[in-house]
């Protein structure tokens, strides 16, 4: 069962633009996770947020976790063409690694 | 080496055939995953090895058949599948299966299955 979901479901974008996604989950959790994958291809991780941080970054991605309303937020800043993926939100509800993952986003970004 | 490896890439098989898929990892990596990914659909769990013993198993049907036979490879024998098993079958990896915290996952590119 997917604990997280994702909003949008699609997104189109040009490049140099931002693209931001959320993710809802619906029961505490220990840490959420980012990962993007293209074309039905592996999954390749992008952030770790701990359920006691509250910004991260990493390049040009910005993360965001809010879980007094149990919600994390992924912005891609100055995206280009090969960030176009789906993007996942992953959360695990306690510990052992078993991730639950969020519908997806699936991103276009148009040269 | 921060690579997952696969094989096959593709496989098709029938429903009463036997086959294997394959993952290997050199990491030093001490947990291993299988998920199974439907198309547009987000990855599901299906079972999750920690220092080569199964740890995890999602209810997953008995025609799926994990096996860890060292800490770098992590087999998924299949038999008599289903055509509803068509799917992409990842594998991943982590350093570890924490107590109290997670790791990020390593994934492989995947195995496309289609049962006919």
């Known amino acids: 069962s997917q604990q997280g979901e994702e909003d949008p479901q699609a997104l189109s974008i040009q490049e140099g633009e931002n693209a931001t996604m959320n993710c809802s989950y619906k029961t505490s959790i220990n840490n959420l996770q980012w990962y993007r994958q293209n074309s039905g291809r592996g999954l390749v991780h992008l952030i770790l947020?701990?359920?006691?941080?509250r910004e991260k970054h990493s390049g040009r991605l910005r993360v965001t976790l809010d879980t007094s309303k149990k919600s994390s937020s992924l912005l891609i800043t100055a995206s280009r063409a090969a960030d176009t993926a789906s993007y996942f939100c992953?959360?695990?509800?306690?510990?052992?690694?078993?991730?639950?993952f969020g519908g997806g986003t699936r991103v276009l970004v148009k040269p | 080496d921060t690579e997952v490896t696969q094989t096959p890439k593709h496989l098709v098989m029938g429903m009463t055939n036997k086959k294997s898929l394959k993952c290997e990892q050199h990491?030093?990596?001490?947990?291993m995953y299988w998920y199974k990914q439907k198309a547009k659909k987000p990855p599901e769990l299906m079972f999750v090895y920690s220092y080569e013993k199964l740890s995890i198993n999602e209810s997953v049907p008995s025609r799926f058949s994990p096996e860890c036979p060292n800490s770098s490879l992590l087999n998924l024998h299949l038999h008599a599948l289903q055509p509803e098993d068509s799917a992409l079958y990842l594998c991943a990896s982590s350093p570890g299966q924490g107590l109290d915290f997670s790791y990020e996952q390593y994934f492989g590119p995947g195995t496309r299955l289609t049962v006919t």
């Open positions: 992953a959360t695990d509800k306690a510990a052992g690694n078993k991730l639950t």
């Open positions: 990491m030093g990596h001490r947990a």
């Open positions: 947020i701990r359920s006691n941080e």
